[in-house]
């Protein structure tokens, strides 16, 4: 298994043909495999920027968000080296996935089995990263043109927008770039809470932070246009 998983990293770093791929793949190859240098084949297919290695990758199940020792994911590898398709290919299944992911959370926040276990974690910050104490990316900087288009669709239907979960901020500071009239953010992780307040979030004019989990505090709420609300509440794995 490790040999196969072996020769499918260097098939992506060299950016073999698409039946050569899925052949070391149907023959039981890890796409999730970390070679000697702790790369994934998905990682080397994004630094090296082929694109149709990295479509092929994803479609067997290869995790877009899995992170190399620097704390690097294929999105990363893919947005140093300026390979655009791959980078967009990447980003695209960042999107379909957070969809899945935070329609799955809605269902189990509606039945009461909410997660609180990040809550009482310790959180890392970075540059470039949010990580948990487990080392588990929360939010990654190369998700900055999701996190964009994001805000330029919330912020289309008018100037109250509300948005549930801060993380890096990155969704927050693109909101802030339409100027709404109103910008209500809630944040339920204490040490993500106190960043906020300690780098001047709470000073804006136009921003109103209300600390605890959105269950919790929807009596502060205001009412909000559907399509103006946003949910960045979904840890990346």
Known sequence: MDQLGAQLCEAAKSGAD???LRGLIESGADVSYFDGHGLTPLMHASKHGHAHVVKILLEAGAPWNALSPSN?????FAMEAGHQEAFDTLLN??????????????????NGNLDVDYLEDRVIFSE??????DSKAVMMAWEKPLMEAHAKAVCSGGGHILNIGFGMGLVDTAIQQYAPVKHTIIEAHPEVYERMLRTGWGEKDNVKI??????DV???????????VLFSV???N
């Open 210 to 215: 209300i600390f605890g989990r959105w269950q």
């Open 218 to 228: 929807l009596p502060q709420l205001e009412s909000y246009d559907g399509n103006s």
């Open 18 to 20: 698409p039946n050569e």
């Open 72 to 76: 690097l994911s294929a999105g990363d």
């Open 128 to 133: 470039d990263k949010l990580m948990d104490s």
């Open 234 to 236: 979904i840890k990346l």
């Open 93 to 110: 299944a960042g999107i379909q996935a957070e969809l899945v992911l935070g329609t799955i959370a809605r269902t189990e926040n509606k």
